[in-house]
């Protein structure tokens, strides 16, 4: 699934968050324009307004950012807001985070690189065009 943000949420969404340290993984519920602002709200509560998409759903590492986001669930009807753990008769998942291989760590660390490498190699070509202007 593709990367996720904040602003796809709706009210009634159910957000599983990843323990931290061995702790269990527990929902909360998105609540939209409350007084408090945005929030997410269960055994605790967060103001969404204060954390970058990034920090929330951690797309470049794993749980970094203490309990992060790791799926979304949408009600199918009004009668889901009742349950506070997602089913399939009773949610969708609209989205689960990915949680890359050491493997897929590596080889984009490697595309990094010779990212960098083409960024240099191009710059020498052009300073080695200026240096073979100035020399006609």
């Not at 799926?71 to 807001?81: D, I, L, T």
């Amino acid at each position: 699934m593709t990367k996720f943000t904040v602003a796809e949420l709706v009210t009634g969404d159910l957000i599983k968050l990843n323990g931290e340290k061995g702790e269990d993984d527990r929902y909360v519920r998105v609540f939209l324009n409350t007084n408090n602002g945005n929030i997410v709200s269960g055994d605790t509560w967060l103001p969404l307004d204060n954390y970058s998409d990034n920090e929330l759903f951690n797309w470049n590492k794993p749980n970094t950012f203490g309990s992060s986001f790791v799926e979304v669930w949408r009600p199918k009807s009004n009668m889901s807001f009742k349950e506070n753990t997602p089913g399939e008769h009773t949610h969708t998942l609209i989205w689960r985070k990915h949680v890359k291989t050491e493997e897929e760590i590596k080889i984009g660390l490697i595309e990094s690189r010779i990212n960098e490498l083409k960024e240099s190699l191009a710059a020498l070509y052009f300073e080695l065009g200026e240096l073979k202007g100035s020399c006609a």
